[in-house]
């Protein structure tokens, strides 16, 4: 550890060595902040100051925490770290469930999504006393601004009762009209905040915002918990502090107040997340929080040319006075490592916005190939160049021009996955099978991969049913009434009619001479097969939920094996994208499935959620502005980046293009929120300007300064609106001039219409990967997937295939979460009844995979039977578990090792035992020893066990619950030398099949069965041995 302090400049040094007391460090763009603060944590640990387990680290995004893991574990000579790197969230949510007894949470709490808090709103919609915010003509219309002003509220800190208190006296206060209408509006929002809180307690949601403020409540309604966690956390750093929220801070502030220990990094220059909830205040001021506060400025910048620091500096300097460098009388001016001091950003300018596009691409394809300079031996290359967005709208025009010219480039947008025609053919399938009347559903479908009817047969078919007035379904469902297959197409061949439903006017159809309706005989049998499934589908889900119905069709489609069995990579994206939108399905099920089998109190809910419920649920979140992204490509995909200026928050290229800089584009215009914050209840410190142009201003410096080299401002006269459009005046503060003296470039006539030749399909398709193998991250649960088939891991970890889950899954999870409950609670002395972790149990439980009602309910016995067992077993122990659900990290030539122990058992005198929980049935005390010392998962235990702690495990084990019986294995130095081998070894194999997308099927037998009979992917595997046996 001797090199912590290497490479550091001095005031990098001062930060990581200052170790007493609150210290700021503002860190400008590409001063080397993460590395700084992995450092911190790291000489902290070398000096004995802490334990790793005595500093909490907190970010603001999972992406922040993974990479400041990933660089303190370098850093720290074990091959695991304890320290609690976290968000915000997830720091929240590990405290509360630990202590979910002692504020009145269910121990197995569920955090809502936004959409399922959509979904919830929604189904206690009529609950609500809401008279303003649910007009009868569209009662849904409010709902997302009322969870967005809710979220707000929780941002601030503020609870129901609080906020409750605040429109009560507002009310009161009012003098005109006008006030009191407006006073009664928040009254009514204030009343329905609260029975919302009220209705996610009883039935054991929280969401987002909650796992900020609950854990604040818990603190300060049990000073013995805060005291503890005080004691626990000896330092505790904050990372990106600029986007953090009033009720974060808090948080921050209450574990800090005893020791102070606090260290803030950050950049107000880069906040742009208010719309978010961040509260620049707080970093603001942060010394006045702290008045004894140190302060380190870090200016040295090791990505970006001078001039192009320059010119951001010139740019951000207009935020003035409400910056740091002003308040705290610094200088934050970014000095260049470089020794060259570059060129400033260069302007294009075009005549329209197609042609700007047309030209950003052709300097890409001019700057492709050059080197950076005469000393570097490496040309750019696509993946060099970035081009950011203000919104993802605006890539449509840059990302057509790519194409056109054949440059290989990636979409990193933050939505677009119900855009994509593999997640419409999903949603256009399951929208017909329980709305008949939408025709455009069934043209899709029609016309789709899977069914393939020609578009001339389908446009005549949806004609034929615009002119009648009908649905298409209606003149599908009708056609051999309407049209006798005598008049089809010549050569056709006679098929059998398709039984009619009873719709009233199909005897003037038939009467009527303009049918003129000839199609192939083809596309006859592809309605066939349409309504065939169609009509299955609706069987099936007066017993199945969604998940089944969508999954069943994509397998007797073949939709899914034609994927999985090509070669191309948009195949496997489709597949990916696939698996996202049955995240979507999931996260449905999990809100709209039953508390009980007659329905929960909170919505009336079905035993079984339907496809109807689905697409409404589908339609009100989209409608609320639910739009996931799509599959995030591997960033070492050679091609250009094109993505959103927020997007590009923390990374940096070589080149960047700042692109459709006109007034109103960037800066946006300012929106405010669809129900507003009262002033009187915001607790940030609001700043003294323009505060929407101080924050468009912060996005586009952050542009700006993602760039290392080349920085370019683009933008149009014309945009194909009305009025011609004024550059954005952030180029103009930037280049520092009244008005762009740059003339619009035009295309000749020829060369627009030249645009439009045929190009060569782009070369990224050819050799696109989209996996980073290099920096390789398995869990145990991978290393065991390919070492029983290489296949199935491409299908479970590379693929990610949808699949409905076995019942012994659902059977072993709900136990696990129970058992876990359990033992969590045990562990801080508040352990749970048994009455309390079987009702645990059924809040788990899921009706998924079995095989008839009476199989789920002899299964759902049994469960219980043997968490009664478990808890008479477990209740006469009188030690306590030292880790529950724990999860370890260590890393081996460049191969990470991620997991999660099931348990823990730390005794006196270093004997350390560590157990899994199965539920697997019928077990000898043989077999269990035989299992424990051939698992290899409890061999990663041990391995991992050894790595973060030096101390090899007494005994590592598996406990099966339904009988109690243990198997039990003593690791020696030996056995971990051979596991490390055998991680390397697979390892190596994973990344050479991933490289050359090739796996081979290479079953493990059991006994006499291949793996292959108990993999859930054997029907759509082409080598599955499952059919053979």
């Given amino acids: 550890m001797s090199n912590i302090l290497s490479d550091l400049n001095f005031e990098q040094r001062q930060a990581v060595t200052t170790t007493e007391g609150p210290l700021l460090i503002i860190a400008g763009a590409g001063t080397g902040k993460t590395a700084v603060i992995a450092r911190r944590i790291a000489y902290i640990i070398e000096k004995k100051l802490a334990k790793p387990s005595e500093i909490l680290a907190l970010t603001f995004t999972d992406k922040a925490a993974g990479e400041m893991e990933e660089r303190v574990d370098v850093l720290v000579p074990y091959g695991f770290i304890d320290t609690w790197i976290s968000t915000f969230h997830a720091f929240g949510d590990r405290i509360l469930r630990d202590n979910a007894l002692d504020i009145g949470l269910s121990p197995d709490f569920k955090v809502l999504s936004r959409p399922q808090q959509v979904l919830f709103f929604q189904q206690n919609l009529f609950r609500f006393q809401l008279e303003y915010f649910r007009p009868l003509s569209n009662p849904t219309k409010f709902i997302s601004a009322i969870l967005s002003f809710f979220s707000r509220l929780k941002d601030e800190n503020i609870d129901p009762a609080e906020f409750k208190k605040f429109a009560i006296s507002n009310k009161q206060k009012a003098k005109s009209k006008e006030d009191r209408i407006e006073a009664q509006k928040y009254l009514e929002l204030a009343e329905t905040f609260e029975k919302y809180e009220k209705y996610k307690d009883e039935a054991g949601f929280l969401d987002f915002g909650d796992q900020v403020v609950k854990t604040i409540e818990l603190f300060k309604k049990r000073p013995k918990i805060l005291s503890e966690y005080q004691k626990k956390f000896k330092y505790i750093l904050v990372d990106e502090y600029q986007d953090t929220n009033f009720a974060q801070n808090e948080l921050v502030k209450i574990l800090a107040s005893s020791h102070k220990n606090i260290c803030v990094v950050g950049d107000d220059d880069q906040s742009i997340y208010k719309f978010r909830g961040a509260a620049i205040s707080n970093i603001l001021e942060f010394k006045k929080t702290y008045p004894k506060a140190k302060q380190v400025v870090l200016t040295q910048n090791y990505r970006s040319t001078q001039l192009i620091l320059d010119s951001a500096y010139r740019l951000i300097g207009h935020n003035d006075p409400d910056r740091l460098e002003v308040k705290n009388n610094i200088v934050k001016k970014l000095k260049s490592f470089k020794q060259k001091a570059g060129l400033p950003p260069q302007e294009i300018f075009a005549d329209t916005l197609s042609e700007e596009a047309d030209l950003v691409a052709a300097e890409i394809e001019k700057l492709m190939n050059r080197r950076p300079n005469a000393e570097s031996q490496k040309a750019y290359s696509y993946r060099d160049f970035a081009i950011l967005v203000r919104a993802n709208a605006q890539a449509d025009h840059f990302l057509r021009a790519l194409n056109m010219r054949g440059i290989p480039h990636k979409f990193v947008g933050s939505s677009g996955l119900y855009r994509q025609e593999e997640v419409r053919l999903l949603i256009s399938f399951l929208s017909a099978v329980c709305n008949f009347e939408n025709s455009l559903n069934l043209y899709n479908l029609l016309t789709s991969d899977i069914y393939q009817m020609s578009p001339e047969d389908a446009i005549k078919l949806t004609s034929y049913a615009k002119r009648k007035t009908r649905p298409l379904y209606y003149v599908l469902k009708n056609l051999e009434s309407i049209v006798p297959p005598h008049i089809s197409h010549p050569g056709a061949k006679q098929s059998e009619a398709i039984e009619s439903r009873s719709y009233r006017s199909l005897r003037s159809l038939q009467d009527d001479k303009s049918n003129n309706l000839e199609i192939l005989e083809k596309s006859r049998a592809i309605i066939e097969k349409v309504l065939a499934d169609i009509d299955e589908a609706i069987n099936l889900s007066r017993k ?255 693929l990610k295939i949808p699949i409905l889950r076995h019942h012994s899954i659902v059977y072993g999870s709900a136990l696990h979460i129970a058992v876990a409950a359990y033992l969590r609670s045990k562990k801080t002395g508040r352990a749970l009844s048994l009455a309390q972790m079987l009702e645990v149990f059924e809040n788990a439980w899921d009706s998924e995979g079995f095989l008839s009602v009476e199989h789920e309910e002899k299964r759902k016995a049994q469960g219980k039977l043997a968490l009664i067992s478990f808890y008479k077993r477990e209740s006469k122990i009188k030690e306590l578990p030292s880790l529950i659900e724990a999860g370890f990290k260590f890393s081996l030539e460049g191969v990470t090792i991620i997991g999660r122990y099931d348990r823990v058992d730390v005794r006196p005198g270093t004997k350390v035992t560590i157990i899994d929980y199965k539920s697997s049935e019928n077990i000898d005390q043989d077999r269990a020893n035989s299992q424990a010392k051939e698992s290899t998962q409890l061999a990663i235990y041990a391995l991992s066990y050894f790595k973060a702690h030096k101390i090899i495990p007494q005994r590592v084990g598996l406990n099966f619950l339904e009988t109690g019986i243990e198997g039990w294995y003593e690791p020696k130095v030996a056995d971990l030398e051979k596991t490390e081998k055998l991680i390397l070894q697979t390892a190596e194999k994973i990344r050479r099949d991933v490289k050359n997308n090739h796996f081979v099927a290479n079953p493990k037998y059991f006994g006499r069965e291949p793996a292959c009979v108990y993999c859930a992917y054997n029907s759509i595997c082409p080598f599955s041995l499952a059919k053979v046996i």
């Fill in 544 to 798: 199945q939920n969604v998940g089944k119905i969508a999954y069943n069709f994509l397998k007797k489609s073949g939709y899914l094996t034609k994927l999985d069995r090509s070669d191309s990579i948009d195949a496997q994206i489709k597949i990916q994208n696939i698996a996202k939108f049955f995240d979507k399905i999931k996260e449905f099920s999990d809100v709209a499935r039953p508390a009980s089998p007659e329905g929960s109190a909170f919505g009336g809910r079905a035993k079984v959620e339907t496809v109807s419920q689905f697409i409404d649920y589908l339609e009100t979140i989209r409608a609320a502005g639910d739009d996931p992204a799509t599959v995030q490509f591997d960033p070492e995909l050679d091609a250009v980046n094109i993505m959103t200026v927020h997007g590009a928050k923390g990374l940096e290229f070589p080149i960047v293009f700042l692109v459709n800089l006109i007034a109103d584009r960037f800066p946006a215009r300012s929106r405010s929120e669809a129900i507003e914050l009262p002033q009187a209840v915001i607790r940030e410190t609001l700043p003294e300007g323009d505060w929407h142009m101080q924050e468009e201003r912060r996005l586009f410096y952050v542009g700006m300064t993602r760039a290392k080299d080349l920085l370019y401002f683009s933008h149009s006269r014309d945009i194909g609106s009305t009025r011609v459009k004024k550059i954005s005046p952030f180029v103009l503060e930037a280049l520092d001039k009244p008005k762009s003296d740059i003339q619009a470039f035009k295309l000749s006539p020829l060369e627009k219409i030249e645009k439009f030749a045929p190009v060569a399909k782009s070369p990224a398709s050819a050799q696109q990967v989209l996996f980073d193998v290099d920096v390789l991250k398995l869990t145990q649960g991978a290393i065991d997937d390919y070492l029983t088939c290489a296949f199935k891991y491409r299908y479970i970890h590379i």
